[in-house]
C-alpha cells in the first residue's frame, strides 16, 4: 500500500460523523478528506475532492445512500477520476432493501453500523486495495428468500472440486494471496477461478457471492473480515 486512504464521510449524523472520523485518525494510513451530510452534498463534494474510499449512510434526506451511489460509479464521473473510487453503504439493518440496491449500482459492499472499529478499517483497506466488503452483524438474513424456497441455485452443481474450495474461501473473506498460499496455487490462476466461479453462480462480483452465500446457507455466520476483489 502507498500513500494514505482518503476517505469521504457521508451520514446525516454528526455525531456519527465525529466517532468515524476518530477512528479513522487513530490508524496512520487513512485520513478524512471530506464530509457530508446528504447524498446530494456528497455529490457536490467528491466531483471537487479526490478521495479513495466513501462510507455512505442508506438512509438521508434529500438523496439517499443507494441514489448518491448510482449517481457516483456512473460511467461520466468515473472517467473524470484520477483513481477508482469505493464505495461501502453503511446500514442499520441488516435486511435493508436499500443497501442492496446501492450494491447494485456499483458499492463495493455494505457494513452495518454497528460494526467494529477493527472491522471498519479492515474493510476501508480491502476495498482501497480492490477487494469488496460483506460484513457485520447478522448477514446470514440479508436477503435471505422464504424458508420454502430451496436456497441452493443450480449454478453450484456445476462448480469443480477446486472451484468449490476457492468459493468457499472466498466467501470467507480470504484474499487472492491467502487462497494461493493455501491452495498452493498462483495468484493468477486464483483469479482465473474465481472469474469461473461468479460466471457459473451468475454473481456480478465478489459482493453479490457473499450475498447469494447466505442466501443458500453456504456461511454459516457473518464474515469476520473483507472478502478481497477478483
Do not use: W
Not at 449524523?13 to 457530508?36: K, M, S, T, Y
Not at 446470514?140 to 453450484?156: I, L, M, N, T
Not at 456445476?158 to 468459493?167: N, S
Not at 461468479?198 to 469476520?224: F, I, Q, Y
Amino acid at each position: 500500500m502507498t500513500g494514505r486512504i482518503r476517505v469521504v464521510l457521508v451520514d446525516d449524523q454528526p455525531l456519527f460523523r465525529a466517532g468515524v472520523a476518530a477512528v479513522i485518525a487513530a490508524h496512520p494510513d487513512c485520513e478524512v478528506v471530506g464530509e457530508a451530510s446528504s447524498g446530494r452534498e456528497a455529490i457536490t463534494l467528491l466531483d471537487e475532492v479526490e478521495a479513495d474510499v466513501v462510507l455512505m449512510d442508506i438512509r438521508m434526506p434529500e438523496l439517499d445512500g443507494a441514489e448518491a451511489t448510482r449517481l457516483l460509479m456512473s460511467p461520466e464521473r468515473a472517467a473524470r477520476r484520477a483513481v477508482p473510487l469505493r464505495v461501502i453503504v453503511l446500514t442499520t439493518f441488516a435486511l435493508d432493501e436499500r443497501a442492496r440496491a446501492a450494491i447494485d449500482v456499483g458499492a463495493t459492499g455494505f457494513l452495518l453500523k454497528d460494526a467494529s472499529p477493527e472491522l471498519l478499517i479492515a474493510a476501508i483497506r480491502a476495498v482501497y486495495e480492490g477487494g469488496a466488503v460483506a460484513a457485520g452483524g447478522d448477514l446470514g438474513s440479508f436477503g435471505a428468500p422464504p424458508a420454502s424456497e430451496p436456497p441452493p441455485p443450480p449454478g453450484f452443481a456445476t462448480l469443480t472440486d477446486r472451484e468449490r474450495r476457492v468459493y468457499e474461501l472466498v466467501v470467507t473473506g480470504a484474499s487472492n494471496a491467502e487462497i494461493a498460499g493455501q491452495l498452493f496455487l498462483s495468484e493468477s490462476t486464483v483469479k482465473t477461478h474465481v472469474s469461473s466461479v461468479l460466471a457459473k453462480l451468475g454473481a456480478r462480483d465478489r459482493v453479490a457471492l457473499v450475498v447469494l452465500a447466505h442466501r443458500a446457507g453456504s456461511v454459516a455466520e457473518s464474515p469476520s473480515s473483507p472478502s478481497p476483489g477478483p
